[in-house]
């Protein structure tokens, strides 16, 4: 009986030995700083990857040793924490504890993204997918279908357009839709309240119809010195009941049913959509594009003019008329005869 006890005996403290020395092998593993790879390597941490993937990703580029013990502390130390996605940079030796912090509390590389003035979220998505941050039709159909984000200003908004403002934004690639589309209406209340509350007293227009109004003014000039006679056009035609008839609408509602083709003819300029403003009066149901701060100025403070009409002249500038006689002489000087 005696001898039993001394065996279990021996039996316990050898597997007391055996756990601690394992513990002290685990610890001093995942604090030992590694480095399986020389000069520096980019890694990409897809959303939504497990962490089995990214232990195996980390482990075949030579960032950690042991991908068996990366999930092990993981689940030791970490177990709830979310891996953030994004492109992560390592130049250097580090712990699977520090690659584990470094996941867990970094958003890795900040990628720069401009939204530039007049661009539509056709454009937006078009290049958030080819800097592979979302799919184009991924992008457009949030910003459909989450208008939430701005109905204290426009509940009978469409989309998120017109309310993405222009500017350039660092972020992580790894980024949500949710909390980037936030980041660009932010911005825009930032920028866009400080002129609004200020507005004329006899001012009538409402947001929506003002940041509408601000988006054909942006897409029908690039001259800063003209944003303000566009805008006294349209105000001008607006009172007197005449149609807007502004080309980029017609376009932009081709755009929207997934039939713009790039040439502009009579089908086109006839395309049955509210937002033509050659076949329906007033604004379009909404903006067109995402106007930088200079035209939303300007649809609010117009120039004081008696202009109807303008017509390019071809060098990013326009002739401005106060008849339809003027218009049709400058219409000839500045498109017909230049063609022939």
Request: with cysteine; net charge positive.
């Amino acid at each position: 009986m005696k001898f039993i006890k001394t065996f279990l005996y021996f039996i316990f403290i050898f597997f007391i030995v055996g756990i601690v020395t394992l513990y002290l092998y685990f610890t001093k593993t995942i604090k030992t700083k590694y480095k399986g790879f020389s000069g520096e390597k980019i890694i990409t941490i897809e959303k939504g990857s497990s962490i089995t993937r990214v232990s195996k990703i980390l482990e075949r580029e030579g960032i950690i040793k042991s991908s068996e013990f990366f999930r092990l502390a993981y689940k030791i130390y970490f177990r709830g924490k979310v891996i953030n996605a994004g492109d992560f940079k390592f130049d250097k030796p580090l712990s699977i504890m520090d690659v584990l912090k470094k996941l867990i509390s970094e958003y890795g590389i900040l990628v720069s993204f401009t939204i530039k003035e007049g661009d539509s979220i056709f454009d937006i998505g078009k290049r958030l997918e080819d800097n592979s941050i979302f799919k184009e039709k991924y992008f457009i159909n949030f910003v459909r279908e989450n208008t939430y984000f701005i109905s204290d200003l426009a509940p009978q908004a469409k989309s998120l357009e017109g309310y993405l403002y222009p500017d350039t934004y660092k972020f992580s690639k790894g980024i949500g839709i949710r909390k980037l589309v936030s980041m660009f209406v932010e911005n825009f209340r930032k920028n866009f309240f400080p002129v609004w509350n200020k507005r004329p007293k006899k001012y009538s227009l409402s947001i929506h119809e003002t940041i509408t109004l601000a988006s054909l003014i942006e897409k029908e000039t690039s001259s800063p010195n003209e944003r303000s006679l566009i805008s006294s056009v349209f105000h001008n035609r607006l009172k007197r009941g005449m149609l807007l008839q502004c080309d980029p609408t017609f376009i932009y509602a081709l755009k929207l049913d997934g039939v713009w083709g790039g040439k502009i003819g009579y089908k086109e300029i006839k395309y049955n959509s509210p937002y033509n403003t050659y076949l329906y009066g007033g604004l379009p149901p909404g903006p067109i594009a995402n106007p930088g701060i200079e035209s939303i100025k300007a649809a609010i403070y117009p120039k004081q003019t008696k202009y109807l009409y303008f017509v390019s002249k071809n060098d990013g500038t326009h002739y401005f008329s106060k008849t339809l006689k003027e218009h049709n002489r400058a219409v000839y000087n500045y498109q017909i005869r230049k063609v022939r």
